[in-house]
């Protein structure tokens, strides 16, 4: 036997209706904070400093790929 049941409600009358807790005010409080974190983040934000820490990770990940790149080539030379 198989029965369907179609409940046409909305996202606040699903959660009380399966028992879950309303999150909203933790959802706003959480991005008050953020948002507050943000501002007051931005006085410190530095565009030459983000780009030396990206460049100083990326040299790490540039190398792994060249070894990487050199054993394919040594591989397909050894073969010939």
């Known amino acids: 036997m198989k029965i369907t049941a179609n ?5 606040a009358e699903a959660r009380e209706l399966l028992g879950l807790p309303a999150v909203k005010t933790v ?3 959480w991005m008050r904070k953020v948002a507050e974190q943000m ?3 931005v006085q410190n934000f530095s565009a030459e400093e983000l780009q030396k ?3 100083s990770g990326a040299s790490g990940g540039a190398d792994w790929m060249n070894a990487i790149l050199s054993g ?3 591989g397909t030379t050894a073969r010939k």
């Open 7 to 11: 409940i046409d409600c909305t996202a």
């Open 27 to 29: 959802q706003d409080e």
């Open 39 to 41: 501002n007051e983040n």
């Open 53 to 55: 820490k990206w460049i």
């Open 72 to 74: 394919f080539a040594q």
